[in-house]
């Protein structure tokens, strides 16, 4: 395998086979959530207002995401795992725009095989790629896509996925928690100043949590969305 980390929300310079993109703190992992309750498919959006008029057009639609980490006005639903745990949304459609993840997943599309997943389902993505592409393709060429331009808590994640893909471990379980715990994103979850950063979030975030999918960004209609692929 040829495996490429790239950090920010940009189109990576290498063109590959597969791209997986991280967003830890907290957008994917609001995504990984949303489907565990139940979600069909979630849609992704470039801005919020697109999102909104979408939902204009489409009004069941629930739209969820923040810009520059703060709630959108107008929006169901905060950046918040925590809050959309507490949700049934069995059947229904998401609509999610943030600042980092979803930009860097809608300017990633032109890879062949595109997934996200935030630390809660990293090594379920890896351990699927890795099985379902590795002998498919002579060699494939894998992108892994930090979505946060600058933190390490999104590339500490996507390290810890690159030592998964090569069977290497050169980065413990615990480190990564403690380098997405101590990055500058998670800071803000300590900040008593900063309610609507809640703490909650941030723990959820910092779960690893096995399930049966993952999530693979389906780019083929005019709008891109996440859907769940069974493992």
Do not use: W
């Amino acid at each position: 395998m040829q495996i490429h980390l790239f950090q920010g929300s940009h189109t990576p310079p290498v063109q590959s086979n597969v791209t997986i993109v991280v967003d830890v703190i907290r957008a994917f992992t609001v995504s990984f959530y949303a489907l565990l309750q139940g979600a069909d498919r979630i849609l992704l959006m470039e801005t919020a207002e697109q999102a909104i008029k979408f939902r204009q057009k489409n009004p069941t639609f629930l739209l969820a995401g923040e810009t520059n980490g703060y709630p959108i006005e107008g929006f169901n639903f905060e950046n918040s795992p925590y809050q959309i745990k507490q949700q049934e949304l069995k059947g229904r459609t998401l609509v999610q725009k943030t600042t980092n993840g979803v930009r860097a997943a809608l300017n990633c599309l032109d890879t062949e095989h595109l997934f996200v997943t935030g630390f809660a389902g990293a090594k379920t993505t890896a351990e699927y790629v890795r099985e379902e592409f590795a002998d498919r393709l002579d060699p494939p060429v894998i992108n892994i896509v930090a979505s946060h331009p600058t933190d390490e808590d999104d590339f500490a994640c996507a390290v810890y996925i690159k030592s998964i893909l090569e069977g290497s471990r050169d980065i413990s379980f615990l480190e990564v928690i403690n380098r997405i715990r101590q990055s500058e994103a998670a800071e803000k979850f300590f900040d008593e100043k900063k309610p609507e950063f809640k703490r909650e979030d941030l723990l959820i975030c910092l779960e690893e949590r096995p399930s049966d999918f993952v999530m693979k960004v389906n780019g083929t209609g005019k709008i891109p969305m996440i859907e769940r692929v069974i493992v």
